[in-house]
């Protein structure tokens, strides 16, 4: 009997661990929609040409370091 009282607690312990986890990433989700939707109100209202600026100053940016540790 005492073993099956080990397993139902072992049992207990890992449900409750997992309902923690469920709810956590119910959390995490809901914080990446705002992100999301965050970013797209972003990239929606900026111009091409400031998005264009963007771009090419990410990439000037790789380039330079690309070369400065060659």
Known sequence: MRLSGDINEEVDSHN????????????????????MDRFKTVFETKSSRRMFTLV?????IFLVIYYLTR
Do not use: C, K, Q
């Not at 989700?29 to 705002?34: A, E, P």
């Not at 090419?56 to 000037?60: E, I, L, P, Q, T």
């Open 16 to 35: 409750r661990m997992l309902d923690r986890m469920g709810n956590d990433m119910d959390s995490s989700r809901g914080v990446l929609s705002g992100t």
């Open 56 to 60: 090419a100053s990410f990439v000037f």
